[in-house]
């Protein structure tokens, strides 16, 4: 039984793929709220499934890029399940999650909320092939008109004017993709393209 689980973007999304087809997904977007949503939502799939931690074999988690703690806590609980029940833990690209779920002819982007009023994204030939690599740019250095999945259309429609479902990751996509052997698979480590907001201040005021 695989798990997989994403918190790269404003979505908290778990799914369980029984070798065969996903059994059991939750998705709930709340970018606020990572942390409290997540060990419940893995906790309440597993009891609608009638699936036991012990019965996992397997773990499959978004790496992003994402923001700082999205990704954070999404990593660290994948990881720490997998050590506890001792088994493997895989990371996928979330743009790859996206895209593999995009149903168009021809290239497309996958192109999300980076904040700061920039978008992670990357070019692919189809569902199943990146034709660049991750970066995070301004909009407008990526503007097109090709189609393009991820949320990043909704916040800039300008410069995609060509929004493409879906706008969020979802862990059935994911959980598909490893179980097919498709994915490109990656350490459990976040792919954050560019540092944390928080930095340790490099002046240090004295205090009296």
């Known amino acids: 039984m695989l798990l997989a689980l994403d918190t790269a973007t404003n979505a908290v999304t778990v799914a369980l793929h029984d070798g065969s087809d996903v059994v059991a997904e939750s998705s709930t977007e709340n970018r606020l709220r990572s942390g409290e949503l997540l060990a ?14 012990s019965d996992l074999g397997r773990i499959a988690a978004g790496v992003g890029p994402g923001p700082y ?28 999650v996206l895209a593999a779920a995009v149903r168009v002819q021809g290239p497309f982007l996958v192109a999300t909320d980076a904040r700061r ?16 690599d991750p970066a995070v740019d301004l909009p407008v250095a990526v503007a097109t008109e ?34 097919s052997g498709a994915a490109a698979l990656l350490p459990p480590l976040p792919l954050y393209l560019r540092r944390p907001d928080a930095v340790v201040p490099t002046v240090r005021r004295r205090v009296t």
Not at 169 to 178: E, H, N, S, T
Request: neutral net charge; charged residues 15%; proline residues 11%.
């Open 117 to 132: 009023r920039e978008v992670y994204w990357a070019r692919y030939s189809d569902a199943l092939v990146r034709a660049s």
């Open 69 to 96: 703690t999205g990704l954070r806590i999404g990593l660290a609980t994948a990881t720490t399940m997998a050590a506890a029940l001792g088994i493997e833990v895989v990371g996928v690209c979330t743009l790859d």
């Open 40 to 53: 419940p939502a893995i906790d309440a799939l597993l009891r609608s499934a009638g699936v036991a931690p």
């Open 146 to 179: 090709l189609a393009v999945a991820g949320n990043a259309p909704s916040l800039y429609p300008h410069d995609f004017p060509n929004p493409v479902p879906p706008p969020l990751p979802r862990a059935g996509d994911l959980a598909r993709l490893v179980a």
